[in-house]
């Protein structure tokens, strides 16, 4: 099961949670059953976590440590066993110092932490995604195209794609409903009033130089290999050694 938390109007998002009885609120003219019940024995992905109420998260968090919850409207409590997923584009330690997210539920979710970086630090993903996405609005809108051009495809992997992937979509589905023939017209123009080489400067991260210094130490200076940093912080061992050049981390210092 899955939920978009920022697209649930903040009345209703804990109703979809947690489901409500008949005669819970207005408009209740039916008992309903929540995506943590539906999705008992199974997953639960709550994309953009972040946004959810702070009314609200109490609530979750008790359901994520006793697996147990109520209704709205309801006085009986009901068992749930569920695997949570969650995601989120907002910084929640940020959040947790203005007040804005709890300390406790954010531990309680961050038990097993994945990041995934940004689509400027993977460019060789980007011709994957192209042809993907490129293959997907071309059966959506029956048409037949066949290839990318080399030189757009070139464009395409040097611009630092500050949406990330759903701004690369966008522009691809764009570009699919510009193509008339059977190679992909792709609006360039439109990335940044045309300049696709942009530069991005980007100040090192002092907590992430040091986790990822940490990390180097623990595996002796190895970069890739079952036991390496890569696999550890679930990153190709290309887009470490990316981040590391970036960083000025030397691997053969730290071993």
Not at 25 to 49: C, H, N, P, S, Y
């Amino acid at each position: 099961m899955k939920l978009n938390c920022a697209a649930i109007p903040t009345g209703l998002l804990e109703s979809e949670l947690f489901g409500h009885e008949r005669g819970a609120f207005t408009g209740a003219i039916a008992q309903k059953m929540g995506r943590l019940e539906l999705a008992d024995q199974g997953t639960l992905f709550l994309d953009e976590v972040g946004d959810i109420p702070l009314e609200v998260q109490p609530k979750l968090l008790r359901a994520l440590q006793e697996r147990e919850y109520e209704r709205l409207g309801s006085t009986r409590t009901k068992k749930v066993d569920v695997r949570l997923v969650a995601a989120t584009n907002r910084n929640l330690e940020k959040m947790i110092a203005e007040d804005k997210f709890r300390s406790d539920l954010y531990y309680r979710l961050n038990v097993f932490p994945i990041q995934i970086p940004p689509l400027r630090e993977r460019p060789e993903d980007i011709p994957l995604l192209v042809r993907y996405f490129t293959q997907k609005y071309a059966r959506r809108m029956e048409k037949q195209i066949e290839s990318v051009p080399a030189a757009s495809m070139k464009k395409l992997t040097r611009w630092h794609w500050p949406g990330n992937i759903r701004e690369l979509e966008n522009l691809i589905e764009r570009a699919v409903i510009l193509t008339r023939g059977s190679a992909l017209e792709v609006p360039v123009s439109d990335l940044g009033n045309g300049s696709a080489e942009k530069a991005v400067t980007r100040m090192p991260d002092s907590n992430e130089r040091d986790q990822l210094l940490h990390i180097l130490k623990e595996t002796r200076g190895r970069v890739g290999g079952a036991d390496g940093a890569a696999v550890r912080m679930g990153l190709k061992r290309t887009t470490l050694i990316s981040r590391m050049k970036k960083l000025g981390i030397d691997p053969r210092a730290v071993s």
